[in-house]
């Protein structure tokens, strides 16, 4: 099973909100990632937990704030967004943080959250 | 630091009919992966391929690492092969943690 769930598909908030996108997988990988995706450009690395530490945030503002709970978990809290902050947000986990050749540190992608902040 | 540029950038085929797609990218790899990105935003693995040829079913792609480009081949394409499809290669982030580096993408569109 090479399955990335996230929740919710779609969210709605005001500025003023506080709300939080969850994604959870049940592969055992080590290394969980957020990206954030505008439409029609590459998704773009936001944070990297790896073994349950953070081990990269890409200069992400401070009203994205990443949690990793445990291994299988890993959620965003978002609070005082901008309406530029509107995209397509993606989870991804890899068995290996680090690159190789054996391929552990392939990505698989969650569905995604549709965040619109009006 | 690396790039990755996808050609073409947009596509569009009639049903039935067959394509390439090109990935580049400026410095060796050890790693690269084609991505497809349904309408809804899903981004689905298609391959892990450092080198070398793979297939799967109407799909097949060839890394050729030394020259340093991927090409994603698709058969008898359907209109559920529209989308975006990535490439994307790995790097070594503070020595200690991989970071994927998505190439430009390419946007297909399949007619019926």
């Known amino acids: 099973d090479t399955e990335v769930t996230q929740t919710p598909k779609h969210l709605v908030m005001g500025m003023t909100n506080k709300k939080s996108l969850k994604c959870e997988q049940h592969m055992g990988h080590r290394a969980m990632y957020w990206y954030k995706q505008k439409a029609k450009k590459p998704p773009e690395l936001m944070f990297v937990y790896s073994y349950e530490k953070l081990s990269i945030n890409e200069s992400v503002p401070s009203r994205f704030s990443p949690e990793c709970p445990n291994s299988s978990l890993l959620n965003l809290h978002l609070h005082a967004l901008q309406p530029e902050d509107s995209a397509l947000y993606l989870c991804?986990?890899?068995?290996?943080?680090?690159?190789?050749?054996?391929?552990?540190?392939?990505?698989?992608f969650g569905p995604g959250t549709r965040l619109l902040v009006l | 630091g690396i790039q990755v540029e996808q050609s073409p950038p947009d596509l569009i085929l009639q049903e039935g009919a067959n394509s390439t797609l090109r990935c580049n990218f400026s410095d060796s790899v050890n790693n690269l992966q084609w991505f497809h990105q349904n309408p809804w935003g899903q981004l689905i693995n298609l391959f892990y391929?450092?080198?070398g040829t793979k297939q799967n079913g109407r799909l097949s792609a060839t890394t050729v690492a030394t020259e340093r480009y991927s090409l994603l081949y698709i058969s008898s394409s359907q209109t559920t092969d529209s989308g975006v499809y990535f490439c994307a290669v790995p790097r070594l982030y503070g020595g200690a943690t991989n970071k994927l580096i998505f190439g430009t993408g390419t946007l297909l569109a399949v007619q019926p």
């Open positions: 991804a986990s890899s068995q290996d943080p680090y690159a190789g050749t054996g391929g552990e540190e392939t990505q698989y």
């Open positions: 391929i450092p080198s």
